[in-house]
C-alpha cells in the first residue's frame, strides 16, 4: 500500500517566512521543486534561495527547514489548486497546508473554488469527503469526473446471396471465350431469407466537467432498400423473397423476380421492352427497337440498331452491329462476341473478342481476346486497363484508347462544364434586366406594382443561379482534381499497336507512331512509359 506524499508547508516566525519539507513515506511521492515555485508564485514570494531548496529535495530523507525570506507573512489559510484536464474528461486538485493560525478549507470552500475554475458537472462527493477527513497534501485529489459518450455504431446489412458481379465467362483452350455457360445468376425461393439489417445505434452524448454535451462520433444509418416480389419482415429488419426467382442488388437496392423471356425476335410483334427484373431474348434485337430491364439482359442473337439498357450486366451470345445507331448500357458488365458502330457503356467491365469504330467505356477493365482480339478506330476508355491484341490497323485508322479515369467522371464533367456556360449565359441576362430596371428607377420613371413582383423574382431567380454556379464549379474542381491526381490505369498490347493510335493514360497523352509489339503503357509521372510484357 503506497504511503503519503511528501509536502511543504509555510512556517511564520519572528525572523521571517520558512518552508518546511516533509519527506514521503514509504511508496509515497517526493515533493517536486515545480510544485513549490508555483505555489510561491501565487503567495508573492519571487525572491528565495533556489538551489537551498533543490538540495533538500535532492535528499529528500529528512524533515528540512529553510528561511525564505526575512519578511513574516501574515497566517496563511489552507489553499487548493485546480486542474481540468485537457480533455475535460476529468478535474483534479492539489492541497497545500495553512501556516499556524491559518484556516482550514470547509466543503463550500472546495465547492466555489471549483466552480470558479470551470467545473460544472461531475463533482465527486466521496472525493471531497476523504480529502476533509484525511487531508493528504501535495496529492492529486480527482474531484469531479465527466460522463462519456457511449459510441454507437453503423446500421450494417447482410445479403444472404451472392453479390458478386465480377464473374467472367470461360476462356476455352483455342483462346475463344464461351458465351454459354455464364452462371451469373443468384436464384432464391419463395420465402428465401434474402438480407438481415443490424440496426444503427446512435450512441449516447455524455458531458465534460465544464458541463459541455459530448457528442457521440456519427453513425451512418441504412435501410433495406427493395423492389417488386420482396417482402420485410414485421421489425423491418430482414427482407424475403416473395416467389421463386433469382435475386440481384442494383444500386443498393434488393430485386427478386422471374426472368420476361422473348421467345424470338424483339421487333414489331413485341414493340418496346421495359421490365423490372431479368430479360432473356431466344432472337435478335431489330433496329429501332428498346431493351430496358432493371436486372439483366441476354440475347442470344444479334442486336442491331436498338438500344439496350441493363442494371445489372449485359450478355449477348454473338453481338452487336449498331449501324451507328445501336447503344449498350448497363450498370454492370458486358459481355459480347463483337462491337460494331455502336456505343456501349458499363459500370462494370467489357468483354469481347473485336471491336470496331465504336465508343466503347466501363468503370472496369475493357478486355478484347479471343482468337480476332482486335481494336479498329472508334474511342475505348476504360476506369482501370485495357486489354487488346491488336489496336489501329495498317491503314492508320485514329484509334482511341484510354485509361486511368471513371469515364463517368469524365462524363459528368464534360457536362457540368456545358451547364455552366448555359448558366452563366442565363445570369448575364437577368444582370441586364436587373441593370435595366434599376436605371429606370435612378431615373424616377415610374415602376407598376406587376413590374415591381418580376424584379422581386428576378432577384430571387438570380440569387439561385449563383448558387448552382458556386456549387457546379465546386463540383467541377473536385473532379479535375481527381482526374488529374489518379496516376493508375495500364493498356497492355498482346500483339501489335500500329501507327495512328492514341494512348492516354491519366490526362497524358502518347501517340503511336510506329509499331509496338508485345507491349503495356503506364504512366510514369508526366510521361507514359512502353513496358515490354
Known amino acids: 500500500m503506497n504511503g503519503k506524499n511528501g509536502y511543504f508547508q509555510l512556517a511564520i516566525k519572528t525572523d521571517g517566512t520558512y518552508l518546511k519539507i516533509f519527506p514521503a513515506e514509504a511508496g509515497g511521492k517526493s515533493v517536486l521543486f515545480e510544485d513549490i515555485s508555483t505555489y510561491l508564485i501565487d503567495m508573492k514570494i519571487y525572491e528565495y534561495d533556489k538551489i537551498a531548496i533543490s538540495k533538500a529535495l535532492a535528499e529528500g530523507k529528512k524533515e528540512t527547514e529553510l528561511r525564505l525570506t526575512t519578511v513574516a507573512l501574515s497566517p496563511v489559510d489552507e489553499r487548493i489548486r485546480v486542474i481540468i484536464d485537457d480533455d475535460r474528461m476529468a478535474a483534479k486538485a492539489r492541497f497545500y497546508p495553512p501556516t499556524e493560525k491559518g484556516k482550514l478549507l470547509t466543503k463550500e470552500d472546495i465547492v466555489n473554488e471549483l466552480v470558479r475554475s470551470g467545473v460544472k458537472y461531475g463533482l465527486d462527493e466521496f472525493a471531497i469527503a476523504d480529502f476533509l477527513k484525511n487531508r493528504q497534501y501535495c496529492t492529486d485529489y480527482i474531484l469531479a469526473k465527466a460522463t462519456p459518450a457511449v459510441q454507437g455504431h453503423d446500421a450494417v446489412i447482410t445479403y444472404h446471396f451472392n453479390t458478386d458481379l465480377t464473374l467472367k465467362p470461360k476462356t476455352n483452350e483455342d483462346g475463344s471465350v464461351d458465351f454459354h455457360k455464364l452462371d451469373m445468376i443468384s436464384h432464391c425461393r419463395k420465402n428465401d431469407l434474402l438480407a438481415t439489417l443490424t440496426p444503427v445505434d446512435y450512441g449516447k452524448p455524455g458531458i465534460d466537467v465544464c458541463g459541455n454535451v459530448i457528442q457521440p462520433a456519427k453513425v451512418n444509418n441504412r435501410t433495406l432498400r427493395h423492389g417488386n416480389k420482396v417482402y420485410l419482415s414485421e421489425d423491418g429488419l430482414r427482407l424475403y423473397s416473395q416467389v421463386d426467382g433469382h435475386v440481384t442488388l442494383t444500386d443498393g437496392r434488393v430485386f427478386v423476380s422471374d426472368t420476361y423471356e422473348v421467345p424470338a425476335d424483339v421487333d414489331s410483334s413485341t414493340g418496346d421492352i421495359e421490365y423490372d427484373g431479368n430479360v432473356v431474348i431466344r432472337g435478335n434485337v431489330i433496329t429501332g427497337f428498346s431493351v430496358k430491364a432493371k436486372g439483366d439482359i441476354e440475347v442470344n442473337g444479334v442486336v442491331e440498331g436498338a438500344y439496350l439498357e441493363a442494371g445489372g450486366q449485359i450478355v449477348l451470345k454473338r453481338g452487336i452491329q449498331g449501324m451507328n445507331k445501336g447503344v449498350l448500357r448497363a450498370n454492370g458488365n458486358i459481355i459480347t462476341k463483337f462491337i460494331e458502330n455502336s456505343e456501349v457503356i458499363a459500370g462494370g467491365y467489357i468483354t469481347t473478342e473485336s ?102 423574382q428576378i432577384t430571387q431567380s438570380n440569387i439561385i443561379l449563383e448558387t448552382q454556379i458556386r456549387e457546379a464549379r465546386k463540383r467541377l474542381d473536385e473532379l479535375r482534381i481527381e482526374m488529374s491526381n489518379n496516376e493508375s490505369g495500364m493498356i497492355k498490347i498482346s500483339d501489335v499497336v500500329y501507327p495512328g493510335t492514341k494512348m492516354v493514360i491519366s490526362n497524358v497523352v502518347y501517340y503511336v507512331r510506329d509499331e509496338i509489339h508485345h507491349s503495356k503503357f503506364i504512366r510514369d509521372q508526366a510521361d507514359i512509359k512502353v513496358v515490354p510484357l
Open 355 to 456: 471491336i470496331l469504330h465504336s465508343k466503347v467505356s466501363a468503370k472496369g477493365d475493357i478486355s478484347v481476346g479471343g482468337r480476332r482480339g482486335f481494336v479498329t478506330g472508334g474511342e475505348i476508355r476504360s476506369g482501370t486497363m485495357i486489354a487488346v491484341k491488336t489496336a489501329g490497323s495498317h491503314m492508320g485508322t485514329i484509334t482511341l484508347l484510354e485509361v486511368g479515369i471513371d469515364p463517368r467522371i469524365s462524363e459528368e464533367a464534360r457536362e457540368l462544364e456545358k451547364k455552366l456556360v448555359s448558366l452563366t449565359a442565363e445570369k448575364e441576362r437577368m444582370a441586364l434586366g436587373l441593370s435595366n430596371f434599376r436605371k429606370k428607377l435612378t431615373m424616377g420613371v415610374p415602376i407598376t406594382d406587376e413590374k415591381r413582383q418580376f424584379l422581386k
